[in-house]
């Protein structure tokens, strides 16, 4: 196979025969126009090495002139931004920068602004970077597909990072008419457990398990299986799954973007392996400081130190994790299991917490953990009791008006007085996508006016 072919295989999906042909031509030194090097370097982001395909894309920028080197130079900024190395990130952009003219392509401006935007988001500003990345995403300049990621997917894994997963939801329906990939599977499936959706999380995983993974995406699936393992509550369970995960977690690059899923890795090997447990927080301890130390990357650390003292009964570190945490949206729910971790809980104040929480199942789990903790049986059956009235609201909050929750979204930004375009705006969705939305409201409202449709959305979301 020619190197022309072996990329044309890679952008094709034909992953496994292009990284094995991109292998022989390297062997041979028949790569003149490094394109079986620009193989080997996506396949090197696809293994989940993302800081060596950075080391690639740079040395490949080197050799070549022209927009051929700047995408290389863009290519290796993305690779290091979503590595956490966001410094190297940024000199690769520049890099890229300076050889742009202006006769480039249109493509390589529209990819350097979405590496951008990725830089952007590592730093903490989620909101406007997963915006200008679904804006990017329907730019009329076709996908790079040698890059690291695409950005839609990159969007709503910024949506996740920021903790907006209602709007990380959204982003992922308005694709359901397209054909899913293996990426969008797998964030759908963290989506469900982070939402304590548990069946649905094992069914996007089965979906994505039908075609080969390679490791990147494949660390993602560790992260879900472990999840749903551990909210299993079988010992056993969770150390065979871990050993059966840990290879592919090994020697992984952590993407500081899914720390919170390699937070929940590192619970699971905690709750196996001690020296497991701390090889993933060096690794995600490690990433966190190369990026740069966001503050938004600490308080998910954080997050994730509560939950491995949480596993282990140790109260020191679960109060200092809580400490950490006072003042942001997770710190009620910190501040409600450390005190089940020190044995002094309020069953009142835990329902009110768990009440708030959006995970269904962490909702159950610590009402369960703390209503054992508390010395009055009448009180923990009651805090038992809202645990499980909390799991099946959970369950059963989809809309009795026959909306979907897209449709809902739609319509109260309707009600707000949104234009088609400021709705798509605010949920990361394209203006033919809300008006398609607007469609199916008037129909299942059977309402012919706008006037109408305001009137009958006012009556059934309004308050």
């Known amino acids: 196979m020619k190197a022309q072919a072996v990329e044309q295989a890679w952008r094709a999906g034909d992953t496994a025969a292009a990284i094995e042909a991109a292998d022989r031509i390297l062997a041979a030194g028949a790569d003149e126009d490094c394109l079986a090097a620009g193989v080997a370097a996506a396949a090197a982001a696809a ?73 952007e988001a590592v730093r ?10 679904a804006g990017l995403a329907v730019a009329t300049v076709p996908a790079d597909g040698l890059a690291a990621e695409q950005w839609d997917d990159l969007a709503v894994t910024v949506l996740i990072a920021g903790g907006d997963d209602r709007t990380a939801q959204e982003v992922l329906a308005a694709h359901e008419d397209r054909p899913p990939t293996t990426r969008r599977l797998l964030l759908t499936a963290w989506l469900h457990l982070r939402a304590g959706r548990l069946a649905d999380a094992r069914a996007a995983i089965a979906s994505a398990g039908t075609v080969p993974v390679l490791r990147r995406d494949a660390v993602l699936a560790a992260a879900v299986t472990i999840g749903l393992a551990r909210r299993a509550g079988d010992p056993d369970a969770l150390r065979a799954t871990w050993r059966r995960v840990a290879p592919v977690v090994a020697g992984a690059d952590v993407e500081v973007l899914l720390l919170d899923a390699w937070g929940e890795l590192s619970v699971g090997a905690a709750a196996v392996s001690r020296f497991d447990g701390e090889t993933v927080v060096e690794a995600m301890t490690c990433a966190i400081a190369q990026a740069g130390v966001p503050q938004w990357a600490l308080r ?18 679960a109060t200092q994790a809580a ?18 971790v ?19 199942w962490e909702a159950m789990a610590l009402c369960g953990a703390a209503a054992a903790k508390l010395s009055d049986p009448a009180e923990a059956r009651e805090l038992l009791s809202t645990g499980r009235a909390l799991r099946a609201r959970f369950a059963t909050e989809e809309s ?10 739609v319509g109260e930004l309707l009600l707000d007085g949104l234009t088609q375009k400021e709705i798509g705006a605010r949920l990361y969705i394209s203006p033919k996508t809300v008006e398609q939305h607007v469609a199916r409201i008037r129909q299942k409202l059977a309402v012919s006016s706008r006037a109408e449709l305001i009137a009958s959305l006012r009556s059934r979301l309004a308050g």
């Open 342 to 360: 020190r044995g002094t809980v309020d069953g009142r104040e835990v329902a009110a917490v768990a009440a708030g929480l959006d995970d269904a």
């Open 300 to 317: 998910a650390n954080h997050w994730w130190k509560l939950h491995r003292a949480v596993g282990a009964g140790d109260v020191d570190a």
């Open 47 to 119: 293994d989940g090495s993302l800081l060596d395909a950075a080391a690639r894309w740079r040395v490949i920028a080197t050799v070549l002139t022209g927009a051929p080197a700047v995408a290389a130079h863009g290519r290796a900024a993305l690779a290091a931004c979503l590595g956490g190395d966001v410094e190297a990130a940024d000199r690769d952009l520049a890099g890229a920068r300076e050889l742009l003219s202006g006769a480039a392509p249109r493509g390589l401006t529209v990819f350097l602004d979405g590496v951008d935007a990725a830089i």
């Open 323 to 340: 400490v950490a945490l006072e003042g942001t949206e997770r710190g009620a729910a910190a501040h409600a299991w450390a005190s089940v």
């Open 400 to 409: 009795a008006d026959g909306l979907s929750k897209r449709e809902r979204s």
């Open 124 to 133: 903490g500003g989620f909101d406007r970077a997963a915006r200008r990345l």
